[in-house]
């Protein structure tokens, strides 16, 4: 009776964190799509006209909480997005101190997932439970709910069955559901997968394991998705030193798989694991993934980014190049944050914090050579003229910048003169040109000062 009682007061609590954090947060577009905390293992779905986010939520771990200097997870948040560029964040969905079977303190709430069934939604995730009954280290719960962002209720127990970590589940045409999950450690491990029953929440056939993957080093965040009957499985795996996006091809959800290639590149700034999805909204193909964007230093703090995917002819998949404008079109009226460019020009041009004590501040860019450019892709100017352009600056020495569109040598849109202030304050300068439509935009350096530019805006 206690028990039920404490639970219930969790559930409300948690309920009333969600709808606070549901009236005040808003996150916004380009690489990292999550701005407000850390985000990691990304599984995006559509579910009606929206694309919804589950993603891990790392934090620092502390004395008497969590492991110090390893992944420290507690709760699971989901987002939500119509246009790819504003994401919602609804709030925590899953906590382990709100889930029955997870051990209160282990702060092992690794990457989850998220299906639809006849309109129910069920949230898979890994976790370590406090009954070994369960099993030792991690397995994997369900937890319910009727609509994507909530409220879930957690089952009373894990799956029976499944040991290991990174639930998938991926329904095929025929409406049998399948749970992908990984196991290992870093020198091996595996990808597993089973049938599950109807009721999304027990296995219904023996458990496959992936031997005909690579052996030799960690594989671990299966996802799987269908399209034009060939199935992908898609992994991060430790070909070399760090993880790199690998996938697997097949005519059967349950394989043999046959190694076919390289989804993304090992992070080249090394942070150590990265773990993706895959998903078609509106006719065009997303990876979602995770870098330590906010967190250079330390690569279990990570931001969850988001680019455009692309097949073959034969059905390969097209390299994933990671780049820090990301998708979705931005508003010309919002603050367009050029340090998210799309293309930065060779020499004269650089990125840097704003605050490097509080890295959620954002980046800016820095100019400091005649000519030097940023080119930020996909600006929605609409059809009514715009007046102006505001640039939040700061030059020591004052500096004339032109915004341009089209390209570097495109048309010139506007100069906007900047008075010298070691204060970011705001210029405005009226349009010579109102650009309409969706445009490519450039920032120019014309005289070569040194000027940094947090964001642009028209209006
Ligand atoms: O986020 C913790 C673990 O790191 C995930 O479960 C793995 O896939 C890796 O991203």
Redesign the pocket.
Known sequence: MVNKLQMMRKHCCLLFCSIMLVAVSQVFAQNPIIRNQYS??PSARVFGDKVYLFP?HDIFAREGKGRIGW?CMEDYHVFSSANLTDWTDHGIVVSQTATPWTKQDAYSM??PDCIERNGKYYFYFPATPKDTAFGRGFTVGVAIADKPEGPYIPQATPIKGVRG??PNVFTDKDGQAYLYWSNGNSTGGNIYSAKLKANMVELDSEVKTFDELPTKGLK??PYMFERNGIYYLTY?HVENKIERLEYATSNNPLGPFKFTGVIMDESPTGCW?N?HSIIQFKNQWYFFYHHNDYSPNFDKARSVRADSLAFNTDGTIKKVIPTLRGIGVTIATSQIQIDRYTNLSEKGAAIEPIDTADRFKGWQTNFSEVGAWAQYNSVDFGKKPLKTVSVNEMSRTGATLQIRTGSVSGQIVAEVKITPSTNWKITTATLVKSPNGMQHLFVVAKDGKQVAVDWVKFE
């Open positions: 990691a293992d891990s992944f690794w990457a970590i990174d671990e965040g991060p694991t773990h």
